[in-house]
Each structure stands twice: as structure tokens, then as C-alpha cells.
């Protein structure tokens, strides 16, 4: 009579198929192909637009008078949605009206800066991969007749 001491002989050894390995391996590889080829392409790594220059620059100071606001970002804006306002120092808001002639990259108008003090440019775009940024520019005015 046999022992059941061993349970060797009743239980079956596991083993892994030798083939599991290089499958596995064919699907990752086949995996990091797709993330490559579909992948963030140069126009979604500019996803927010953000500004590479700005007139007047921030933290400036200008001379009470006509004064020209420039923003250009980054990327295309969609300049039907997007928009300049200006809080002036007694913290009333001015609507600047956009330059229709402007780079698609740009944001432009005119105002008159009649006050002294601390400006503020708010402004919100729209990229055209949809997404909506905001910010703010801040500079001063100071009288003409005060030294530079």
C-alpha cells in the first residue's frame, strides 16, 4: 500500500508555456508603437495659449496718453472669443476694442490712459484646440510731466 504522505505524485507540477513570454513581449512592444504613432502630436503640446510678449511689458511704466496694448501667444487664437479689458487704478474696467488687422497669434487695441497709477490688461483667449486661458499684465502710468 502507498503512502499519502507525498502529495507530489497527486498534485501536477505548474509550469508556465514557454510561449507566454515573447507574446507578452510582442504586445508591449506593439503597445509602445501605438502610444508613438498616436501620440501628442506639436500642435497638443501648445495646448493653452500662453503669452510670449506683451506691450506694454509687465510691471512697465508709460506716460499718460494714447497707449497701444499687444499680447501674442504662443499659438492661433480664436479672436471671436477672446478678449482685452483694462482695470484702471480706481478699479473701474475699460473694454478694449480688438484689432480686426492683427496676427492670428495676437491680441491688439488702443486706449487712452488717463490716469496715474497701477494698470491691469486682463485678458482670455480661446486656442483653437479649445481651451480657454486667462491672465492679467499689470504696469504703471505715470503724469508726462514726471522725470522717467
Same mark, same amino acid.
Request: glycine residues 6%; neutral net charge; aromatic residues 6%.
Given at each position: 500500500?502507498?503512502? /499519502? ?8 507540477? +505548474? *509550469? ?7 507574446? /507578452? *513581449?510582442?504586445? %508591449? ?7 508613438? #504613432?498616436?501620440? $501628442?502630436?506639436? !500642435?497638443? #503640446?501648445? =495646448? @493653452?495659449? %500662453? %503669452? ?7 510691471? =512697465?511704466?508709460?506716460?499718460?496718453? &494714447?497707449?497701444? %496694448?499687444?499680447?501674442? +501667444? ?8 477672446? *478678449?482685452?479689458?483694462? *482695470?484702471?487704478? &480706481? ?7 480688438? =484689432?480686426? &488687422? ?5 491680441? =491688439? ?10 494698470? @491691469? ?6 486656442? /483653437? ?6 491672465? !492679467? ?10 522725470? $522717467?
Amino acid at each position: 500500500m502507498r503512502s /499519502l504522505d507525498s502529495t507530489a505524485q497527486f498534485m501536477p507540477e +505548474f *509550469r508556465r508555456p514557454t510561449h507566454a513570454r515573447p507574446t /507578452l *513581449r510582442a504586445w %508591449i512592444g506593439l503597445l509602445g508603437v501605438s502610444a508613438a #504613432a498616436f501620440g $501628442p502630436t506639436p !500642435e497638443m #503640446a501648445h =495646448a @493653452h495659449a %500662453i %503669452i510670449v510678449a506683451a506691450q506694454p511689458a509687465m510691471h =512697465a511704466t508709460v506716460v499718460q496718453g &494714447d497707449l497701444d %496694448i499687444r499680447l501674442e +501667444f504662443n499659438s492661433q487664437i480664436d479672436r471671436e472669443r477672446s *478678449r482685452l479689458s483694462l *482695470r484702471q487704478p &480706481d478699479g473701474s474696467e475699460l473694454t478694449v476694442m480688438l =484689432a480686426g &488687422d492683427a496676427p492670428a497669434n495676437v491680441l =491688439a487695441g488702443r486706449v487712452r490712459a488717463t490716469m496715474t497709477g497701477r494698470w @491691469h490688461v486682463d485678458w482670455q483667449v480661446l486656442s /483653437l484646440d479649445g481651451h480657454v486661458t486667462r491672465g !492679467e499684465v499689470s504696469f504703471s502710468v505715470r503724469d508726462k510731466s514726471s522725470a $522717467p
